[in-house]
């Protein structure tokens, strides 16, 4: 079925990952909120977005994200002219880093990008739930994850989706921002669901990834993932759909989601 290997938040166009930098923002005083400003933050703007600070430089008018905790760079929705002077300025500082362009309801330069070497890493279909749209598929399987099936979760995870950042250990550690539910049957998990609740705009809520086989199951995964996120007081779900997983969009659309854009991602695994 249909996760998202990119890390970025689609609809908010921001990065979304937690980590300290350098501390959690649910603590921070007023003290230490100046002494960061003294020392860190002159020069460079930082984002606040699932409860941390996050590193924001511009380049040539250019908005560019940058993790170095884990050499990883996001830049979204570039112009294609603005593509080769960024990455040859990005290459100067951060050689070696992974970068990652996407592009929201917009025609990825697709040449111009294979010509730097970068690869289609996210082809979706965004799709939105509103509360009023939301249509039950109630299952008794269906149950929240919890620490007791964290482990059986953690394996099917894992190995279904080898590819994705948010593995069951990154989960694990940020247990807060996220909502599993698990389809429960006498053989172990069937399926599941992830909801990302908290993101960097505070009225979104987003599946980030369903695995279920049987079409009845996946809508009833679909259905309680966004009633949790209403119930959480949001006013919207978003679920990108890859866009050659008609289940996943067939799923979805039984639930009430609607269409409403476009998404791709291309990355650059090492640049040099």
């Avoid at 996760?3 to 979304?16: E, F, N, S, V, Y």
């Avoid at 960097?200 to 987003?206: A, K, T």
């Avoid at 978003?238 to 997983?245: H, L």
């Avoid at 009430?256 to 990355?267: E, P, S």
Wanted: aromatic fraction near 10%.
């Amino acid at each position: 079925m249909t996760h998202r290997a990119a890390r970025d938040i689609l609809r908010a166009k921001l990065p979304c990952k937690k980590r300290q930098f350098p501390f959690c923002i649910h603590s921070i005083t007023i003290c230490q909120l100046q002494l960061l400003y003294q020392h860190h933050m002159k020069s460079i703007r930082f984002i606040i977005n699932c409860g941390v600070l996050m590193k924001s430089i511009t380049m040539h008018g250019v908005e560019v994200f940058v993790d170095t905790d884990e050499a990883y760079i996001q830049i979204n929705d570039i112009r294609e002219s603005d593509i080769d002077k960024v990455l040859r300025e990005l290459t100067k500082q951060y050689s070696g880093y992974e970068v990652v362009f996407c592009f929201h309801d917009m025609v990825a330069p697709a040449d111009t990008l294979r010509g730097i070497g970068a690869e289609l890493s996210d082809d979706c279909i965004k799709m939105c739930l509103l509360p009023q749209d939301c249509k039950a598929h109630e299952n008794h399987l269906v149950t929240l994850l919890t620490e007791v099936d964290f482990d059986d979760f953690a394996v099917i995870h894992d190995t279904r989706n080898a590819d994705m950042y948010w593995t069951s250990e990154r989960i694990r550690n940020n247990r807060d921002i996220w909502r599993i539910f698990l389809l429960q049957t006498k053989q172990g998990i069937s399926g599941y669901a992830m909801l990302m609740i908290e993101l960097s705009d505070d009225s979104l809520g987003e599946i980030f990834c369903v695995e279920a086989d049987d079409p009845a199951q996946c809508k009833a995964i679909f259905s309680a993932a966004a009633n949790c996120a209403f119930e959480c007081g949001k006013n919207e779900v978003v679920f990108m759909a890859d866009r050659d997983d008609t289940d996943a969009q067939v799923a979805a659309s039984a639930v009430g989601f609607r269409v409403a854009g476009y998404y791709q991602a291309y990355r650059v695994a090492s640049i040099a």
